[in-house]
């Protein structure tokens, strides 16, 4: 069963990045089920290379060995096929058999039935193991992703050529710049205790997941190493234009080299000569949120880099991005946000919003525990945690919004007994110095911009006073800034009257639901800006007709 039954998986899963189900706050699958149904277009489905595959598999030698699916709860009418692939060595003559049997340790190769002339082995099944044997020159990411190209299941793998003896450069120890909270260790393949001050993304690769064909593709067009390589090994590396157009749209820049350039921009984003010897501003990766080090020594793992769509100052739209926060070496402020895009067109782009050396924006650790302080959270956590439930922690995500950041953490809920998945049931943010709350995102960014209206204004929603401004179009100020009721920059003219205040004010937070479900963060941000200045009108205006001296109802 192990190995003539049971010898290929089926299907890709597939969710939307931003929605759930509702209710129930499951994933919005695109694509699901065995055999595979939803919205990708046909495609080869099954899957005998991939990253839990068997040690080894015999197919092909039978047509009703192999079991496809259950097609029945029961498991009573399971269909079959048979393997039709290019991949694998025939097991046809005797001496194979007794070779692979020796090999194996698994006597069954020469005595069973299910191995006749036509059967195959499949083994060195891992897709950066086969990129390894295809390519023992390169250093290879950590983390091969699949995707669906040309009605095929391919295994995309970032290659790198590495060098220690490039002059004038620092060396670094991949295995300790690459491992992070995600994966637990050195990420990058071959030696972690290798020390490179070369790194670059010169090939990219891919596995076919029914045959195992490697294709090797020159990204880095001008990569001397690559060059040097190509030479010793002829004919090995296809162009870069023999690329498909779909397999171009799935390529994304690898984690491990942007891991390796933050570990590098962290000490070497400091151009004053005295600055620098004197270590006065280096960075460093912030730990991941919710952990700190051990009684024991053993250091709290970095926080990895999160690949999302967003858009940073100076872009005219969104991309597909990977991202990373920055902190002063041994604190836990905000130093620096940082990304690069993915997008075509605006590939390996790197754009970076630095924070003054004196700014006291929270860092990712501070910001789970204000946000974990927040009465709202709190008390909305420990109604989560009731019977068998516990809360987990989704991702700290950090984005940048209009003049500010903001932190969106998502709460998951699991069964602490029994086989169960996490289901999204709470969604917390943090926007300047206010935290939402909500079942969604929209609701959570919602209710950090509502206070209490007094009653008759016609309105009961207005923004916090306080928000992030940056400094410029890249660096966010130091320390909040309150909108001025008479400022011409919050937005247009404040109006003079409470019942206009209050519908400009619906009119601007309508108009910022809509930018929000729409995606359009810049849209979002301007609105944001009416809306902060509606509120401060209706908040003045209230305050104006209140009999109390002081203002009862000013918020």
Do not use: C
């Amino acid at each position: 069963n192990q190995h003539v039954t049971y010898t290929h998986g089926i299907g890709v899963v597939a969710a939307a990045a931003d929605s759930v189900t509702v209710p129930g706050g499951e994933p919005d699958y695109l694509e699901k089920d065995v055999p595979p149904t939803g919205t990708l277009p046909p495609f080869e489905p099954r899957i005998y290379f991939g990253e839990s595959s068997p040690d080894y598999s015999i197919v092909g030698g039978s047509t009703d060995s192999e079991i496809d699916y259950l097609s029945d709860a029961a498991g009573v009418d399971p269909k079959k096929t048979t393997y039709a692939g290019s991949g694998g060595v025939p097991l046809g003559g005797a001496i194979n058999r007794l070779a692979y049997a020796i090999k194996l340790g698994d006597t069954n190769i020469l005595l069973s039935s299910s191995v006749n002339g036509d059967s195959k082995i499949l083994y060195d099944r891992e897709p950066r193991k086969r990129v390894q044997a295809a390519a023992p020159w390169l250093q290879l990411d950590g983390d091969p992703y699949p995707a669906v190209v040309d009605g095929r299941v391919l295994w995309i793998v970032d290659g790198y050529t590495t060098s220690d003896g490039y002059p004038y450069s620092a060396k670094k120890r991949l295995g300790d710049v690459t491992a992070d909270a995600l994966s637990g260790k050195a990420a990058i393949s071959r030696e972690a205790n290798d020390q490179v001050n070369y790194i670059r993304n010169s090939v990219k690769a891919t596995v076919d997941a029914y045959d195992g064909t490697v294709r090797l593709y020159e990204w880095d067009q001008t990569d001397p190493v690559l060059k040097v390589w190509e030479h010793a090994y002829p004919n090995t590396v296809s162009p870069k234009s023999d690329m498909s157009t779909d397999l171009l749209a799935h390529v994304r820049y690898p984690e491990d080299l942007f891991k390796v350039q933050r570990d590098v921009l962290a000490t070497y984003h400091v151009t004053n000569p005295g600055t620098f010897y004197a270590n006065q501003n280096n960075w460093e990766v912030p730990r991941e949120p919710g952990t700190s080090t051990s009684t024991d020594g053993i250091v709290a793992p970095d926080q990895p880099p999160f690949y999302l769509m967003l858009q940073m100052p100076g872009q005219d739209h969104p991309t597909f991005s990977l991202t990373t926060a920055l902190v002063p070496k041994s604190r836990t402020n905000l130093a620096a946000f940082v990304s690069v895009s993915s997008d075509p067109g605006d590939y390996g782009k790197i754009r970076m919003i630095e924070l003054p050396a004196n700014t006291t924006i929270s860092g990712p650790q501070q910001v789970r525990s204000t946000m974990d302080a927040a009465q709202q959270v709190s008390s909305g956590l420990l109604g989560l945690r009731t019977g068998n439930s516990q809360v987990v922690y989704g991702n700290l995500l950090t984005l940048p919004v209009s003049s500010g950041l903001l932190y969106v953490q998502p709460y998951y809920t699991q069964a602490t007994a029994g086989s169960s998945f996490p289901i999204l049931s709470k969604v917390g943010v943090l926007f300047g110095d206010q935290v939402g709350f909500g079942n969604t995102l929209a609701a959570a960014l919602q209710s950090a911009t509502t206070v209490t209206v007094p009653p008759g204004t016609g309105g009961t929603t207005t923004p916090p006073s306080t928000t992030p401004t940056p400094t410029d179009t890249a660096s966010p100020s130091p320390s909040p800034s309150t909108p001025s009721p008479s400022s011409s920059t919050t937005g247009p003219p404040i109006t003079e009257t409470l019942p206009q205040a209050v519908a400009n004010l619906n009119a601007a937070l309508a108009d910022a639901d809509k930018a929000l479900r729409d995606g359009d963060f810049a849209a979002y941000g301007l609105a944001q800006k009416r809306v902060h200045a509606e509120a401060a009108a209706v908040t003045r205006l209230t305050a104006s007709l209140s009999p109390s001296p002081t203002g009862s109802s000013s918020g």
